[in-house]
């Protein structure tokens, strides 16, 4: 059996990642002697990415006061946790708009459409 030197780490860490990569490792270990062989490339990584698509919502209305009232499942997040949802809605003029930054708590928005 062999041994490791106690100032070599047998641990890394690769953070600097680019999202939706995926990443290929081997390893291979060297004494007076030189250079072992890498081992079999099998520790293979995909990196995280975007979160995927947020199903569709369900919306209901609030018989007190008229609100409607949006909710979604938490999509995927593929490998990093979701940390904030944006909320748009189309406008009159078919334009998006983006209303709400969904983060820590419910959001309640009051409507500025006079139409009704």
């Given at each position: 059996m062999g041994g490791t030197a106690p100032y070599l780490q047998t641990t890394y860490t690769h953070a600097d990642r680019k999202p939706d990569q995926v990443l290929h490792y081997r390893i291979r270990a060297k004494n007076r002697w030189g250079w072992g062989q890498f081992s079999t490339p099998n520790l293979v990584m995909e990196t995280a990415k975007a979160p995927e698509r947020v199903a569709v919502p369900e919306?209901?209305?609030?018989?007190?006061?008229?609100?409607?009232?949006?909710?979604?499942?938490?999509?995927?997040?593929?490998?990093?946790?979701?940390?904030?949802?944006?909320?748009?809605?189309?406008a009159a003029d078919a334009t998006w708009h983006s209303t709400a930054d969904c983060r820590d708590k419910p959001t309640i928005m009051q409507s500025t459409d006079t139409s009704r």
């Open positions: 919306t209901t209305i609030e018989p007190q006061t008229g609100a409607v009232k949006i909710e979604w499942e938490v999509p995927d997040d593929n490998g990093s946790g979701i940390t904030d949802y944006n909320l748009e809605i189309k």
